[in-house]
């Protein structure tokens, strides 16, 4: 048993598209107001059961965007990530949450159990990765916005000096008993969330953005090891079937690494969107499955369902829809339907 079958009754509602070609209107709160009675403190959380609409049609006409590598931006680019972030952190809500940037968080803490140790895993983060750009485009007013990756095989031997934490980008470790992010860009940031922790009951995390960094070889500030670039180019070779290589990037020392090395909220399974580095962590991830993808079978996908007593062959098709976006797996095998590439 790797973790207990519990859910939140939350559900978020992203009206936006995802699919090229095709218009993304932002919601207005009003259509998305809670209606179900509250009963349970977490209950009282829910919004709407409204669920977005998206087509999973081929793309019509669209010029990709190119996702670039973390060190790759320009300042400005740079800053247009954090402009466009700590915009929608002071966003309103479209459910009860503190912000529109929270709504994400919610989103991922409501399908935890649905899209980890299941062949969903890749395919669910890649449409939830594009849903945030798509907000981020609409933010900043500029349709060519793309989500940046962060290459942590880079960093792998020393990852807390990646540029990425400079005092004036993310920031660095968490400081104090509470282990509160207090410099960068998302300095002093809250959420309060209801979430789990599988095995355990439901949890409310109210309070700052932590990271409590994971040391190597006991040194205060530091970040266990990543894996190196040798490790990823094997982890890409490591089989030819999608069902395979899944479980090995979920597994892999690439992404638990990211995860539990960062630690805070990024050590959390359900709330671990509270740190926006979440998104350059699983940015690179797809990038590493689209290589996969175009070296091997972009249309493969098949798996395990690795969440009880004993791994079993998952029940899948490219035509599961993924909750809550409305949009087959089948939709986004190829990056260029989403309309991003990576540089
Ligand atoms: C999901 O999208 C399909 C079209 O692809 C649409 O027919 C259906 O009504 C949508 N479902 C919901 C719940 O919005
Ligand atoms: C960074 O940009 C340069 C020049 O635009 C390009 O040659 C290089 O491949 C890019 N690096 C990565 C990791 O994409
Ligand atoms: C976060 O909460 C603390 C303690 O309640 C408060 O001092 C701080 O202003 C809050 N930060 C933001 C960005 O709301
Ligand atoms: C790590 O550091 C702590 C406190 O400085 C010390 O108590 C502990 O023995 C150290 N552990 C190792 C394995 O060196
Ligand atoms: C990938 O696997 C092939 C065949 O087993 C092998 O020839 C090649 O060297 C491997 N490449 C890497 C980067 O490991
Ligand atoms: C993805 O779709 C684009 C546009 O249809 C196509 O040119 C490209 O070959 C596809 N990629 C793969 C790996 O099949
Ligand atoms: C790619 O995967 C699909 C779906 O599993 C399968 O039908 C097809 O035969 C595979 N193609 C190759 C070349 O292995
Ligand atoms: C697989 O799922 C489909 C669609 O939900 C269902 O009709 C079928 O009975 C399932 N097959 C098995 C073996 O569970
Ligand atoms: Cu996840």
């Given amino acids: 048993m790797k973790f207990a079958a519990l859910y939140f009754l939350v559900t978020i509602s992203s009206t936006a598209s995802y699919l090229c070609g095709t218009k993304s209107p932002l919601p207005s709160a009003t259509t998305n107001s809670a209606t179900t009675p509250a009963t349970t403190p977490i209950q009282t959380a829910l919004p709407a059961t ?69 062949p969903q895993f890749l395919p669910w983060h890649r449409i939830f990765l594009r849903s945030l750009e798509v907000e981020m485009q609409k933010v900043l007013n500029q349709p060519e916005y793309s989500l940046p990756y962060w290459n942590k095989a880079l960093d792998w031997d020393a990852p807390e000096k990646a540029p990425i934490w400079g005092p004036t980008k993310f920031g660095g470790n968490g400081q104090g008993e509470n282990n509160c992010v207090l410099d960068g860009q998302f300095a002093n940031w809250n959420s309060s969330i209801w979430t789990f922790y599988p095995g355990m009951t439901n949890t409310k995390k109210d309070g700052c953005l932590q990271r409590r960094f994971k040391k190597r070889n006991n040194i205060t500030d530091t970040i266990f090891e990543f894996a190196p670039p040798e490790e990823i180019a094997a982890l890409v070779n490591s089989s030819n079937q999608y069902a395979e290589f899944s479980t090995n990037l979920e597994w892999h020392l690439t992404h638990y690494g990211a995860h539990g090395g960062i630690g805070g909220d990024m050590g959390h399974f359900a709330d671990t ?71």
């Fill in 50 to 118: 409204t669920q977005p609409v998206t087509t999973p049609a081929k793309p019509e006409t669209c010029k990709p965007v190119v996702r670039k590598e973390w060190r790759n931006l320009s300042e400005k680019e740079q800053q247009d990530f954090f402009t466009a972030i700590n915009i929608l952190k002071k966003a309103p809500s479209l459910g009860n949450y503190d912000s529109r940037y929270d709504d994400f968080v919610a989103i991922h803490s409501t399908q935890a159990d649905n899209i980890h140790f299941v």
């Fill in 273 to 343: 969107v509270a740190d926006p580095i979440f998104f350059l962590h699983h940015n690179d991830l797809d990038k590493i499955w689209f290589d996969w993808q175009v070296n091997n079978n972009i249309s493969d996908y098949a798996g395990f369902d690795a969440r009880g007593e004993e791994n079993v062959v998952a029940n899948v098709t490219l035509d599961d829809i993924m909750e809550p976006f409305n949009i087959s797996v089948g939709a986004v095998m190829n990056i260029t339907d989403l309309c991003y590439q990576f540089e």
